[in-house]
Structure formats: structure tokens, C-alpha cells
């Protein structure tokens, strides 16, 4: 998983450049983003790689972290509950790691707290008007929309700059969101791609973990054994072609090499990767706690198998899941249950393989949520709450029901993160924004690209204009978070 | 990894030191120079990637700044000039073998008053530059190659230019071929062979109607022995209306970013256009007449390409809806990249800020603040042309005025820059490279200028008639010459023509093509469009009965400033299948249709149609106008809204729709909020019928049976659904049909593993594959071998070869299975052959 070439290497410079300038005329020709050489002036140096894959798990629609990971003060639900008094709705536990506390609820993430780092201070724009799948864009790819080129995903800059890690496995892997169907689809397809690398780098979408065996089968109804005549029909055909060389020999092997690679996948043993069925039982039933804790389950099979980067969501749907807007309290309770322990096993099984030191897990969501206080202060984000509400008498009001991006919580595991290590904070008393450290989009973004081996300012030029993988260059990795 | 050296003062020192050392040093220096360059590139990248140089943002600074006083266009000082990269290869100055021996860099780091450059009177380059320019050296010298220093850049002149066509090379006499003929003589190049009859049936086909021949299209075509059988297909093809239509609705779609769902229709922030883009495709609207159409839109049907996309929330200065309107003009127009210059003056043409903002200001209803780098500058910015040597828009007149006037400019006949973009497009199209390439990049030196404005040229004097240029350039010999096997690009990015490049189907031509081989085609279309030949509609058997209707009326008149709401409730039986309405008011309405906003017009003379078809569900649905009067206020004039519809539904029933007195008012218009409106339970009462006037009566008379005929006769007698009528599938975005959020004008040539698994296994797809074989095998074959011919025929337009042949007929066997020919048309169609429009 080297992808740097040592002093042994046996290409000389000459090859080397003649090798590129093929690879670049190719690509000049199609009018392809070129990667951006290193100034001296402003070196981009890449860093070395603590970490050869990354998992993100995404707690999409706004995961509220007084109810999750930043507890602050707790009463019970009671008829004529002040929301003065509404901060955190579940009591706080102790963890694995002194002088940190999060949710009741969670009592399995809080036992493996010590396997990594918690952030506390994570804070984002709040873009005028908080709208989920416009902070989930700007969240994956570090850029706000409407953009001017099409803004590849963070998993497609993985794929681009680091490749595969192993050619059969497809590199970027998007689990658990249905793009098709849902509220806001069009958003979510909009930055659920490669963007202007082109689809190679974009992600091979999973939306059910339990079906993701069949995206890599033959088709339906056909056996292994006419899978494989087709192809060797294909390939004879191929073969016997009189036309084969009308076009360029590159266009042509290429296409060819694609659908060899596609097969190889579909009929090889890689594969199984994507079939949780073949999980022993007793390690399938510590994840299944729904399609996202399969999910998880899943991520883990791929990453083992040599998937890049792997996203695995709670899934975003309008006003469901993480998406809090009534009935908090009982809706947090029930993904508490959904997340606690597939989260806390994928990073015990990373571990107990040898895993995590070389695996970067991340957990995040769009932005966090308060009992009334929408944005940051001082925002100009329209207040979504028509009415001022002081106490609240029925247990469906009882909950973290606005959007507020002055201050969330995020996990990271494994790649060189600090292990049992605390972040940033947020205030303890409204507005729960946070006063120490903050960490924005652009330098989480380079903290999780510094351990994966990639400098923030590396960029593309596209258009004749440099795109770089944190916007305009200027993620600071947090230097504070690596051990 | 030895990252010793990745700081540049010590390989400077490193440098110095090794200038007064033995050969022998120098020679190590350079190894470990050469090794550390070789780790840098590879440290920035894995091997599929290139490293290169940001020549325009990085180097071209530094020679600009210190160089070019003395050495770019007329001044080479001592011999050296550095307009264009040979001229800098060929110089002596520099050696790419060694170099860090090249003469460049010792002057520029010489410390000797008498040689060193710039010369001593003028500031030295910073140690940091230098290094840029020994990167730049070592990586080969890296050139754009749109770029020279001999003029600052390539400028192309604004106005039309004619040329005088070269003589006729051995009777080849389209004014394309003279052209091309003179530039491979004069290079000593072939000129390709003419291809034979299926290839060529097969590219024009697809090139021009994007389809696949049918396996009798081929027959007939093989068979016809007329001498201009070739010129009579062209036409044919061209004349095939609504095929014509579907196929470059792609193309049009992509360049105008409209498409069926996406980004922003969610909140009201975007519309589509494609009615009237269909449309205009289905009866040759010429360009000039679509781009002002686009530019000043005179009813909302174009609306949507001006308006562009608007998310909810607030968003970066360079992407304001006046900014994306000067880069989206910019770039389907005029093939200038407007988004370098919407932050800061261009560095890689001449486009600045200001030029950006003036053109966005012509849309703005205010003069801009100029933002650089999304930070205000404190200047102002009025509304302002590009070329203003063909005339200047004026700031101070209203918006719709000042839109008019940029129409008029934008389509000037002097405006050759306007021209010349849209027929690169179209040699792109049909010949796979363009003149000027890439075609959003319309500042770069065309590789054959005379030929680009001799089309420019044509275009115009046929009055921006697309099709003609199409079949223009379809009944040259080079169109119909073989392919190129050479690599399009030769070194330093000169692109040397050898005849038409193999291009990839787009994603909508692979669909369309293994539906047409399988019968898999969908049902319904989604586009909201009337696809039939508008020539072909009976109008004098329409009869028009709907009523004109407002609220309370005194003496036939209502007040100028009043607005009601008007509502109707139909209740459907069973789905719609086709049918649509028109729709006017004197003096603005708005539709909604089920609280949402669906179309609106304050334009009464322009009768607006409307598909219904996705719009109406089955049981109640609720018909809002938004209407108000105008005129001067204080006084009373004629209001009155008109509205009829002709529907047939699933269960063959058809149902008509008129304004009439069972329609209801009311009073209460609350405002609508992102596209919808809520309209209040109470407060309804009966409308007025409005006796209409003469102006109502004639607009009507004009064209609103005609447009009637439109909306209800599409129906039955529709052709099979194409793929460019659908929404974009993961399985089309697989196959590089882009999210149109942005302007794409050119899809990916590459076949990648992911796509590979989709065409592999995509259930979509793979049902359509069975379906086929179920269809060929339902057929009656005299002999596996007929089978194998016919499916050779209609798949690749050709016979199969005798080795093709006997690979089929052993596989199929003598009895051949649905499964198996299902397996062997996947084959055929995964072929590059098939892939490739060749």
C-alpha cells in the first residue's frame, strides 16, 4: 500500500517523464484535471501516511451532541419542563477515559472512548439558511454550493491522489443512502460523486448492506458458469474483431482492461467482501442492529478486503433518523441503540485484526442541535421556530429540535489518532457554542487527509483554474490531535 | 523516502558548491537531483497521475515579470525569445538532458554584473523563483498550449473573417475538404481513405439522429447503387424531425445545464427550459434567434437558463445569480471561462473582474459591488458587453432592455466569436476533436484557423441554420474518411489532424442503441415536452371554447392594481397519458398546482403551453391562479384569464378542461414563499365571465388552436422513448451523463471499472438484455446462421466476419436459447466497436 516510489526504483527519470507526458497528453486531450506541481515557493509536501484506509461514518441529518457525546446539564422529561432547563435530555455516563462523559445510551462507544480522540469543538457555517444536504455538501466535498465545477466528494480526492489500494476493490464505497426516492435526492447526488476527477472516482453506491452482495454478482438469473462463458464469448469476440484497430489502441485496451477488471471483481473471491450473510453469526449479530450497524459490518468486510474509503450512513431522510425535529428525546433514544454498538465493534474488530493503527475512523454529522437557539448567534440564518416556546408540557416536545452549528462532536479511531483524548469544548450553559479550539470543516478536513498522506493543499487544475482538495488550500491539520 | 532536499535553499547552496567541484561531483549532484525529482513527483502522486508544472499560474508570472521586457514578441534581445516553447527549446539556453548545466539558470543566478539576467539595473529573481524555473526545466518545460508570449494571448479577432478558398485537390470540392485537403499536402500527411457505406451509415446515423441503422436501414442503404446515396442519407436523417430533436436535446441540454430533476428544483430555485428547447430542435429554430431567445427570454419557457440555479441560504460572490449568468453567457456562447475572472482578473486570458461583474451587472437589477476573492472592493459595477467595438449595452435602461441589447450584441453577424463557438461545437460533435479544443477554451489558437472561420462564416450567411452546418460538414470527404488510429495529441500538445477521431457513444446513444436492439425502451417519457412534428397537426379541426373569467367585474373592467386568486378543482379518474393546456391572462398570472408554483407569465399576448401529464394525479387535483391586472393605477381596464386543456387518460377517456363560471375567486392572495403558495379555505366565490376583446380575440385566433393541436394530439402516434427524454439514472451517470449543475460540454472518453461493473451486472440493464434475447428468440430464424448475421447487421451495421461468424454459431448452437442470444447481443454491444462512433 505503498504508493511512493523509493531511490531503488528502477524507472528512470527519463521514463518516468516520458511515462506522464503520455498519460498527460491523454488527458490534456480530453481537457482532464491536472494535478498542480509543488512551488517551491509553497511547497506541498505530502505527509507520510499513518493511516491506508478511512471509514466514515456519517450521522446524517444533524446528530444533536448534548444528547450523544458533549452532556450538559440533564433534567427529566416533566410537564412544564422549562426549555431554559432543556440542555441535555439523557443523564451522562462515564467512560472508558477519566474526566470524559458522554450520553446515557452509549454506554458501548464510552467503553472504547480510550481507543481514540473526541472533538468537541467541530463548528460550521451556517450558509444563510441551514438546509441538511447543503452543510452535507459542504461537509464532504469543502466547498459551499452552487460551486463552478462539480466538487468530488472526499472520498473521490482518496481514490484520485492515493488509488486503489487493491485494483479489484473499488476504492470509494458509499453505504447506507438511498439517492433515489428520498427527500432532497438531487442535493445528495450532487456531492455523491467524483465530481470532475469523472465517475471512476466516484463512489460504488450500497444503499442496502444486505443487498450489496448483488452489485457484485452476475446478474440476476444468471449462474457462475454462463457469467463466465459470456465473458469468454466477449473475449473471443474481442479477439476475432476485424475492427479492432479503428480506434486508438489506448481507447481500446482500456475499455477492454475495464471490463476485465469489472469481471475479475464479479467472479473472484473479493467479492465475498460484499456479503455480510458470510459474517459468522455471533459477530453479524453484535452489528445488526438495523441496516446502518450492517452497514458497519460491512465497512469492516471492505476495508479488510482493500477498500480505500468507505462511507457507512445512519442515512439521511428528511425529518427521520438523526433529523430530530419532533419527538427528540424518543427518536435519539432509539439511534442511540441503532449506533452504540456496531460503532464501538467495528473499532474493536479493526483492533483485535491489527487494523486501526492503519485504518482512520471517522464519526461525524452535518452539524449539531439545541433545544431552540438556531445557527450561532448573531447568525443570519432564518429561525425555523415560529413561536417562542418557554416549557414544554408533552414528552413529544422533549428533545433537541433546531439546527445549531456553533458546536459539534465528532469520533476519530485509529491512523495515528490520539488514543483517549479530549478536544475543544463547548460552553456549558446556552449558547452551547464552542470556546475552546474550534475545529473547522476545512481543518478537520486536513487532519483526516494528513493521516491518509495527503497534504491540504494539494489541487487539481481544471478549467486552467487550481482546485485543491480544502478549499482554496487552506485546511491547517490539528496538530494537537496526532499522537 | 530522503526528503533532505524538498528545502530549496540547500539545494541552491548544494548548487553553488558544486559549480567549483570536480566532473565527477557534478555528475553525483545531478544523479541525486535526478533521484530527487523522481521522489518529489512520486511523493505528489501515484504513477497514474502528472505532476506538472502550473506553467500559467507559476511560471508565466516569473518570465513575465523578468523577462519579457526584452525577449517576447518583437524583442529577442541576444537571440532569445520566449514566444513559444520551441523557440525556447531551440534557443541553447536550455539543455533538459542536463539541466542544471542550461545557460538560463546560470544567468539568472549569476552574480556577474556583465552576464547576469535581468541585466544588473534591474532586480534579480528571488531564490524561490529561480527554483520554479529549474522545476519547470526539469519537468520538460511544460507549455499550455494556448499559450505563447508572442501576443500576450492568443486574441482571435472579434469580427467574421472570409478566406479564399484553396484550390480543389483531385475533384474533392467541399470548401472543407479544399481546406483540409491544402493542410495535409502541405504537411505531407495521407489523406485518409473514404470509409465504406455501413461505417459511414452507421456514423451519420448516430451523429446525426443519435441512433443506431436498423438492420433494414442498412440493407436498403447497402443495396442502393445511386452515386449521391450518401448526400440523399444526410438529408433524410436531418429531415427525421423529432429523431432529430431527441438526439441533440443531449448536446443542448448539457450546454445549457437544463435537465428534468437536480439540484434547486426542490425550493423554486431553478426551471427548465426544455419545451421550448424541443421545440426549437424540432423546427430548426436558427441559433441566433434561440441564443436571444435564452438571453432575453420573451416568455418564462427560456426563462431558465438566465435564472440559473439557486440554493437556499446565502452563497460566495463568485456565484451570485448575476455571476453564474456572466459565466454561464460566457461559456455556452462564447467559449470564454468566465469563473477565473468572477474572482479575480484572468490569468489565463484577458477577461478581468470587471468584465466578469459588467455582464453579470446586465442582469442584476442593480449595478454590482465588486467582490474580489468574495471580499467586497468597495467599487461599483454597472452593466457592460465583452466586445464593445460591435456596440455597448446601456446601464441606465431597465433590466429587460439592457437583456435585449445583450441579445442583439451577443448574435451581431460581427460577432464572429459567437459563431465560431457554436460551429466547434458541432465540428466536435461529428468529427471528435475540436478546431479549437477544448471548446470551452475559445481563446486558444484553432489548429486550423481558415477552417473554423470558413464555417464561422457559413453559419451565418445561412441565417445560423445548425442543420445546414451539419450537413455541410456530414457531406465532406473527410467526414467520410476514415478514422484516426494516431493519439489525437502530439507532443507539446500540437494536435495534428489526420482525419475524424473515434469517439465514445454518450450515454443517451449506448441506451437508445441496446433498446433498439432489444425493444427495453421505458413507457413514458419525463421531459415536459410535446414530441411530435408540429407540421403534422391538424389545427382546423380544433375548436377553442374556453371562456375569459375574473372576479368582480364593472362595466367588463377591473382595477389595474388587482390581484384575486382563481381556482378550479378537477378530479381525475385515472392517470394522465398525454394531453396539456394553454394558458394566458390579461395581464400576469401564476400558476400553482398543488401549492406549488408550475408556470407564470406577465405577458399576456404570449399564449403559454403547458404538459399536464406529470403535473395531475389521480383523484382531486387543485388548479391556483395567482392573477393581477395592470395598467396605470386608479383606473380600470379589460382583465380576464384564460385556460384550456385536452387530456386522455389510461383508461382511454379524454377530458376537457375550460375557464368557465364554475370556477372560483377570491380575494385573499397570500404571498407565495420559495415556490409555493397556500391558498386559504375560505373567502371563494363564482368568477365573472369577462366578454373578451378584440387584442384577446385575435392573440387566440393566432395561435391558440394551433397550440391547442400541440398540447392534445401527442399522444398515440409517439415514437419509442429515447434516453435522452428520461431523467438521469445511476446507471446513465455511470455511462458519463452528467449532473447538470454546471455547464458540460464534453462528456469523459474513458470506459472506467465502475461503469464496467454497471454495463456487467445494472439490473436495468440486464433486463433489457433478456428481454432481447426473448425477442430474437421469439423470432423464426431459417438457421443459426441468419440469426447471427442479423444480429451482427443491426448491432454493428455490418456482416460478421467468417471467424465471427462460427464463434457465434458455436456458441448459440443449433438451437439457440433465449439466455444464450441475451449473453451474445451483451457481447456485441460491449465491444469497443459498438462503443465507438467510429
Same mark, same amino acid.
Given at each position: 500500500m505503498n504508493n511512493t516510489f523509493n531511490e531503488d526504483n528502477p524507472l528512470t527519470r527519463r521514463e518516468l517523464i516520458e511515462q506522464m507526458s503520455k498519460v498527460s497528453l491523454a488527458t490534456l486531450a480530453m481537457g482532464a484535471p491536472r494535478l498542480l506541481a509543488s512551488s517551491p515557493a509553497l511547497p506541498v509536501v505530502q505527509p507520510p501516511a499513518r493511516a491506508d484506509a478511512c471509514i466514515l461514518i456519517w450521522l446524517a441529518g444533524g446528530m444533536a451532541a448534548p444528547d450523544t457525546l458533549d452532556p450538559k446539564r440533564y433534567h427529566p422529561f416533566a410537564p412544564g419542563l422549562k426549555v431554559a432547563n432543556m440542555l441535555s435530555t439523557f443523564p451522562s455516563i462515564d467512560t472508558s477515559?477519566?474526566?470524559?462523559?458522554?450520553?446515557?445510551?452509549?454506554?458501548?462507544?464510552?467503553?472504547?472512548?480510550?481507543?481514540?480522540?473526541?472533538?468537541?469543538?467541530?463548528?460550521?457555517?451556517?450558509?444563510?439558511?441551514?438546509?441538511?444536504?447543503?452543510?452535507?455538501?459542504?461537509?464532504?466535498?469543502?466547498?459551499?454550493?452552487?460551486?463552478?465545477?462539480?466538487?468530488?466528494?472526499?472520498?473521490?480526492?482518496?481514490?484520485?491522489?492515493?488509488?486503489?489500494?487493491?485494483?479489484?476493490?473499488?476504492?470509494?464505497?458509499?453505504?447506507?443512502?438511498?439517492?433515489?426516492?428520498?427527500?432532497?435526492?438531487?442535493?445528495?447526488?450532487?456531492?455523491?460523486?467524483?465530481?470532475?476527477?469523472?465517475?471512476?472516482?466516484?463512489?460504488?453506491?450500497?444503499?442496502?448492506?444486505?443487498?450489496?452482495?448483488?452489485?457484485?454478482?452476475?446478474?440476476?438469473?444468471?449462474?457462475?458458469?454462463?457469467?463466465?462463458?459470456?465473458?469468454?464469448?466477449?473475449?473471443?469476440?474481442?479477439?476475432?474483431?476485424?475492427?479492432?484497430?479503428?480506434?486508438?489502441?489506448?481507447?481500446?485496451?482500456?475499455?477492454?482492461?475495464?471490463?476485465?477488471?469489472?469481471?475479475?471483481?464479479?467472479?473472484?473471491?473479493?467479492?465475498?467482501?460484499?456479503?455480510?450473510?458470510?459474517?459468522?453469526?455471533?459477530?453479524?449479530?453484535?452489528?445488526?442492529?438495523?441496516?446502518?450497524?450492517?452497514?458497519?459490518?460491512?465497512?469492516?468486510?471492505?476495508?479488510?478486503?482493500?477498500?480505500?474509503?468507505?462511507?457507512?450512513?445512519?442515512?439521511?431522510?428528511?425529518?427521520?433518523?438523526?433529523?430530530?425535529?419532533?419527538?427528540?428525546?424518543?427518536?435519539?433514544?432509539?439511534?442511540?441503540?441503532?449506533?452504540?454498538?456496531?460503532?464501538?465493534?467495528?473499532?474493536?474488530?479493526?483492533?483485535?485484526?491489527?487494523?486501526?493503527? $492503519?485504518?482512520? +475512523?471517522?464519526?461525524? #454529522? *452535518?452539524?449539531?442541535?439545541?433545544? /431552540?437557539?438556531?445557527?450561532?448567534? !448573531?447568525? &443570519?440564518?432564518?429561525?425555523?421556530? $415560529?413561536?417562542? +416556546?418557554?416549557?414544554? #408540557? *408533552?414528552?413529544?416536545?422533549?428533545? /433537541?429540535?433546531?439546527?445549531?452549528? !456553533?458546536? &459539534?462532536?465528532?469520533?476519530?479511531?485509529?491512523?495515528?489518532?490520539?488514543?483517549?483524548?479530549?478536544?475543544?469544548?463547548?460552553?456549558?450553559?446556552?449558547?452551547?457554542?464552542?470556546? &475552546?479550539?474550534p475545529v473547522s470543516i476545512a481543518d478537520l478536513h486536513a487532519t483526516i487527509l494528513n493521516a491518509m498522506g495527503i497534504s491540504p493543499r494539494t489541487g487539481y487544475e481544471i478549467e486552467g483554474r487550481p482546485f485543491y482538495v480544502t478549499q482554496d488550500g487552506q485546511g491547517q491539520p490539528v496538530a494537537d490531535l496526532f499522537a | 523516502m530522503d526528503r533532505w532536499l524538498p528545502s530549496t535553499v540547500a539545494a541552491r547552496t548544494k548548487l553553488r558548491v558544486t559549480e567549483k567541484n570536480s566532473l565527477m561531483f557534478r555528475k553525483q549532484y545531478i544523479q541525486r537531483i535526478s533521484s530527487i525529482l523522481i521522489s518529489l513527483l512520486a511523493a505528489t502522486s501515484a504513477i497514474a497521475q502528472t505532476p506538472t508544472i502550473d506553467f500559467v499560474h507559476e511560471v508565466v508570472p516569473i518570465l513575465k515579470q523578468h523577462c519579457s521586457g526584452c525577449h517576447v514578441g518583437q524583442e529577442i534581445k541576444g537571440g532569445f525569445s520566449l514566444n513559444s516553447r520551441s523557440d525556447v527549446v531551440e534557443s541553447g539556453m536550455v539543455d533538459l538532458e542536463h539541466v542544471n548545466e542550461s545557460r538560463l539558470l546560470e544567468l539568472i543566478s549569476s552574480n556577474r554584473q556583465d552576464e547576469q539576467m535581468p541585466p544588473s539595473d534591474r532586480p534579480r529573481l528571488s531564490s524561490a523563483e529561480v527554483d520554479v524555473l529549474r522545476n519547470w526545466l526539469a519537468a520538460e518545460?511544460?507549455?499550455?498550449?494556448?499559450?505563447?508570449?508572442?501576443?500576450?494571448?492568443?486574441?482571435?479577432?472579434?469580427?467574421?473573417?472570409?478566406?479564399?478558398?484553396?484550390?480543389?485537390?483531385?475533384?474533392?470540392?467541399?470548401?472543407?475538404?479544399?481546406?483540409?485537403?491544402?493542410?495535409?499536402?502541405?504537411?505531407?500527411?495521407?489523406?485518409?481513405?473514404?470509409?465504406?457505406?455501413?461505417?459511414?451509415?452507421?456514423?451519420?446515423?448516430?451523429?446525426?439522429?443519435?441512433?443506431?441503422?436498423?438492420?433494414?436501414?442498412?440493407?436498403?442503404?447497402?443495396?442502393?447503387?445511386?452515386?449521391?446515396?450518401?448526400?440523399?442519407?444526410?438529408?433524410?436523417?436531418?429531415?427525421?424531425?423529432?429523431?432529430?430533436?431527441?438526439?441533440?436535446?443531449?448536446?443542448?441540454?448539457?450546454?445549457?445545464?437544463?435537465?428534468?430533476?437536480?439540484?434547486?428544483?426542490?425550493?423554486?430555485?431553478?426551471?427548465?427550459?426544455?419545451?421550448?428547447?424541443?421545440?426549437?430542435?424540432?423546427?430548426?429554430?436558427?441559433?441566433?434567434?434561440?441564443?436571444?431567445?435564452?438571453?432575453?427570454?420573451?416568455?418564462?419557457?427560456?426563462?431558465?437558463?438566465?435564472?440559473?440555479?439557486?440554493?437556499?441560504?446565502?452563497?460566495?460572490?463568485?456565484?451570485?445569480?448575476?455571476?453564474?449568468?456572466?459565466?454561464?453567457?460566457?461559456?455556452?456562447?462564447?467559449?470564454?471561462?468566465?469563473?477565473?475572472?468572477?474572482?479575480?482578473?484572468?490569468?489565463?486570458?484577458?477577461?478581468?473582474?470587471?468584465?466578469?461583474?459588467?455582464?453579470?451587472?446586465?442582469?442584476?437589477?442593480?449595478?454590482?459591488?465588486?467582490?474580489?476573492?468574495?471580499?467586497?472592493?468597495?467599487?461599483?459595477?454597472?452593466?457592460?458587453?465583452?466586445?464593445?467595438?460591435?456596440?455597448?449595452?446601456?446601464?441606465?435602461?431597465?433590466?429587460?432592455?439592457?437583456?435585449?441589447?445583450?441579445?442583439?450584441?451577443?448574435?451581431?453577424?460581427?460577432?464572429?466569436?459567437?459563431?465560431?463557438?457554436?460551429?466547434?461545437?458541432?465540428?466536435?460533435?461529428?468529427?471528435?476533436?475540436?478546431?479549437?479544443?477544448?471548446?470551452?477554451?475559445?481563446?486558444?489558437?484553432?489548429?486550423?484557423?481558415?477552417?473554423?472561420?470558413?464555417?464561422?462564416?457559413?453559419?451565418?450567411?445561412?441565417?445560423?441554420?445548425?442543420?445546414?452546418?451539419?450537413?455541410?460538414?456530414?457531406?465532406?470527404?473527410?467526414?467520410?474518411?476514415?478514422?484516426?488510429?494516431?493519439?489525437?495529441?502530439?507532443?507539446?500538445?500540437?494536435?495534428?489532424?489526420?482525419?475524424?477521431?473515434?469517439?465514445?457513444?454518450?450515454?443517451?446513444?449506448?441506451?437508445?442503441?441496446?433498446?433498439?436492439?432489444?425493444?427495453?425502451?421505458?413507457?413514458?417519457?419525463?421531459?415536459?415536452?410535446?414530441?411530435?412534428?408540429?407540421?403534422?397537426?391538424?389545427?382546423?379541426?380544433?375548436?377553442?371554447?374556453?371562456?375569459?373569467?375574473?372576479?368582480?367585474?364593472?362595466?367588463?373592467?377591473?382595477?389595474?392594481?388587482?390581484?384575486?386568486?382563481?381556482?378550479?378543482?378537477?378530479?381525475?379518474?385515472?392517470?394522465?397519458?398525454?394531453?396539456?393546456a394553454i394558458v394566458t391572462c390579461d395581464n400576469a398570472f401564476t400558476l400553482y398546482i398543488g401549492n406549488r408554483e408550475i408556470l407564470s407569465s406577465s405577458d399576456w399576448t404570449q399564449l403559454q403551453s403547458l404538459v399536464l401529464r406529470d403535473l395531475l394525479k389521480v383523484g382531486d387535483n387543485t388548479l391556483v391562479f395567482r392573477v393581477s391586472n395592470g395598467g396605470t393605477a386608479g383606473t380600470l381596464g379589460p382583465a380576464g384569464l384564460y385556460f384550456e386543456a385536452r387530456l386522455s387518460l389510461a383508461d382511454g377517456s379524454s377530458l376537457a378542461i375550460r375557464s368557465d363560471d364554475s370556477w372560483e375567486f377570491n380575494r385573499d392572495v397570500p404571498q407565495a414563499r420559495e415556490g409555493r403558495l397556500s391558498a386559504p379555505n375560505t373567502g371563494w366565490e363564482r368568477v365573472s365571465i369577462a366578454e373578451p376583446n378584440v387584442s384577446w380575440n385575435q392573440m387566440l385566433a393566432r395561435e391558440g388552436r394551433q397550440k391547442m393541436a400541440v398540447a392534445e394530439l401527442q399522444s398515440d402516434r409517439v415514437p419509442a422513448v429515447r434516453a435522452s427524454l428520461l431523467k438521469n439514472t445511476p446507471l446513465m451517470q455511470s455511462l458519463g451523463r452528467p449532473i447538470r449543475d454546471q455547464i458540460v460540454s464534453m462528456r469523459p472518453t474513458e470506459l472506467t471499472t465502475l461503469e464496467a461493473i454497471d454495463l456487467a451486472n445494472e439490473p436495468t440493464l440486464a433486463a433489457a438484455f433478456a428481454q432481447g434475447g426473448d425477442r430474437w428468440s421469439a423470432q423464426v430464424w431459417s438457421s443459426t446462421a441468419e440469426l447471427v448475421d442479423s444480429m451482427f447487421v443491426s448491432a454493428l451495421s455490418r456482416e460478421p466476419s467468417e471467424s465471427e461468424r462460427k464463434l457465434f454459431a458455436e456458441y448459440l448452437g443449433s438451437h439457440p436459447t433465449p439466455d444464450s442470444i441475451s449473453d451474445a447481443l451483451w457481447s456485441l454491444c460491449m465491444l469497443p466497436e459498438f462503443m465507438f462512433v467510429r
Open positions: 477515559v477519566d474526566d470524559i462523559k458522554i450520553c446515557a445510551g452509549l454506554e458501548n462507544i464510552a467503553s472504547v472512548l480510550d481507543r481514540g480522540t473526541l472533538i468537541r469543538s467541530h463548528v460550521q457555517p451556517d450558509l444563510g439558511s441551514i438546509l441538511h444536504s447543503r452543510h452535507q455538501y459542504h461537509w464532504h466535498t469543502g466547498y459551499v454550493p452552487p460551486t463552478t465545477v462539480a466538487a468530488p466528494h472526499l472520498g473521490a480526492w482518496m481514490a484520485k491522489v492515493l488509488g486503489p489500494r487493491n485494483t479489484v476493490m473499488p476504492a470509494f464505497v458509499n453505504i447506507g443512502q438511498r439517492l433515489e426516492g428520498v427527500g432532497e435526492s438531487e442535493e445528495l447526488k450532487a456531492f455523491t460523486t467524483g465530481g470532475f476527477f469523472g465517475s471512476e472516482f466516484g463512489p460504488l453506491n450500497l444503499p442496502y448492506p444486505d443487498q450489496a452482495a448483488q452489485s457484485v454478482r452476475p446478474p440476476q438469473g444468471m449462474d457462475a458458469q454462463r457469467f463466465a462463458n459470456r465473458d469468454r464469448l466477449f473475449k473471443q469476440l474481442v479477439d476475432a474483431s476485424p475492427n479492432r484497430d479503428v480506434m486508438s489502441d489506448h481507447h481500446h485496451e482500456s475499455m477492454v482492461r475495464s471490463l476485465d477488471n469489472a469481471y475479475r471483481l464479479l467472479s473472484s473471491h473479493h467479492r465475498d467482501a460484499f456479503d455480510i450473510s458470510l459474517e459468522p453469526k455471533e459477530s453479524f449479530e453484535k452489528y445488526n442492529t438495523g441496516r446502518f450497524g450492517q452497514g458497519c459490518l460491512l465497512a469492516r468486510r471492505l476495508v479488510e478486503a482493500g477498500s480505500r474509503f468507505v462511507e457507512v450512513t445512519t442515512e439521511y431522510v428528511p425529518f427521520l433518523h438523526f433529523d430530530t425535529h419532533n419527538d427528540g428525546h424518543t427518536t435519539m433514544a432509539r439511534m442511540h441503540s441503532e449506533i452504540d454498538q456496531p460503532i464501538a465493534q467495528l473499532v474493536l474488530d479493526l483492533e483485535s485484526r491489527g487494523l486501526l493503527e $492503519r485504518t482512520l +475512523v471517522v464519526v461525524a #454529522s *452535518e452539524f449539531s442541535r439545541d433545544a /431552540l437557539i438556531e445557527g450561532v448567534p !448573531g447568525s &443570519s440564518a432564518r429561525d425555523q421556530a $415560529r413561536e417562542n +416556546v418557554e416549557a414544554v #408540557s *408533552e414528552l413529544k416536545h422533549y428533545g /433537541l429540535h433546531r439546527h445549531f452549528t !456553533g458546536g &459539534s462532536s465528532v469520533l476519530l479511531f485509529g491512523g495515528g489518532i490520539k488514543r483517549g483524548f479530549l478536544y475543544g469544548a463547548t460552553a456549558p450553559e446556552r449558547p452551547l457554542v464552542a470556546v &475552546s479550539n | 518545460l511544460p507549455w499550455n498550449a494556448d499559450f505563447s508570449f508572442g501576443k500576450e494571448y492568443y486574441d482571435p479577432p472579434l469580427r467574421p473573417r472570409r478566406i479564399a478558398l484553396p484550390p480543389t485537390h483531385a475533384g474533392r470540392n467541399n470548401p472543407i475538404d479544399r481546406i483540409l485537403d491544402k493542410y495535409l499536402i502541405d504537411r505531407q500527411l495521407e489523406i485518409p481513405p473514404k470509409v465504406d457505406d455501413q461505417t459511414f451509415l452507421r456514423r451519420a446515423t448516430l451523429d446525426l439522429i443519435g441512433l443506431v441503422p436498423t438492420f433494414d436501414e442498412v440493407k436498403r442503404f447497402s443495396q442502393d447503387g445511386s452515386p449521391d446515396k450518401r448526400e440523399k442519407l444526410i438529408e433524410q436523417l436531418l429531415a427525421r424531425k423529432i429523431d432529430y430533436a431527441d438526439h441533440w436535446l443531449t448536446f443542448f441540454n448539457d450546454l445549457l445545464r437544463n435537465d428534468y430533476s437536480g439540484t434547486g428544483f426542490i425550493t423554486g430555485g431553478r426551471r427548465q427550459i426544455s419545451q421550448w428547447l424541443y421545440e426549437a430542435l424540432l423546427t430548426n429554430k436558427p441559433f441566433d434567434q434561440m441564443t436571444r431567445e435564452l438571453i432575453a427570454p420573451p416568455t418564462d419557457a427560456s426563462r431558465g437558463f438566465i435564472d440559473g440555479i439557486q440554493w437556499r441560504g446565502s452563497t460566495s460572490a463568485g456565484q451570485t445569480l448575476p455571476i453564474q449568468f456572466s459565466q454561464s453567457i460566457s461559456q455556452s456562447f462564447l467559449g470564454i471561462n468566465m469563473k477565473c475572472a468572477s474572482c479575480h482578473d484572468s490569468f489565463i486570458d484577458r477577461w478581468t473582474l470587471k468584465d466578469a461583474y459588467g455582464l453579470g451587472a446586465v442582469y442584476a437589477d442593480a449595478p454590482l459591488q465588486l467582490h474580489r476573492c468574495d471580499k467586497p472592493t468597495g467599487q461599483q459595477q454597472t452593466a457592460a458587453w465583452l466586445f464593445p467595438e460591435l456596440g455597448q449595452v446601456d446601464p441606465a435602461s431597465p433590466r429587460n432592455v439592457r437583456l435585449q441589447q445583450l441579445s442583439l450584441l451577443m448574435t451581431h453577424p460581427d460577432n464572429g466569436r459567437f459563431a465560431r463557438t457554436i460551429v466547434n461545437r458541432l465540428w466536435y460533435q461529428l468529427m471528435g476533436r475540436g478546431l479549437v479544443h477544448p471548446l470551452d477554451a475559445m481563446q486558444t489558437q484553432p489548429w486550423n484557423t481558415d477552417l473554423l472561420d470558413y464555417l464561422a462564416c457559413e453559419l451565418v450567411d445561412k441565417n445560423y441554420d445548425l442543420k445546414a452546418i451539419l450537413q455541410l460538414i456530414a457531406s465532406s470527404e473527410a467526414y467520410q474518411s476514415a478514422s484516426s488510429r494516431e493519439p489525437p495529441v502530439k507532443a507539446a500538445g500540437e494536435f495534428v489532424y489526420c482525419g475524424p477521431v473515434a469517439r465514445r457513444m454518450t450515454a443517451e446513444q449506448f441506451m437508445d442503441a441496446v433498446w433498439q436492439l432489444t425493444d427495453a425502451a421505458p413507457n413514458t417519457i419525463a421531459a415536459p415536452i410535446f414530441r411530435f412534428d408540429p407540421s403534422q397537426v391538424d389545427v382546423e379541426s380544433i375548436k377553442l371554447t374556453g371562456q375569459w373569467i375574473w372576479g368582480t367585474l364593472t362595466n367588463n373592467q377591473s382595477p389595474a392594481d388587482e390581484s384575486l386568486l382563481i381556482r378550479k378543482t378537477i378530479n381525475l379518474q385515472d392517470a394522465v397519458i398525454s394531453g396539456g
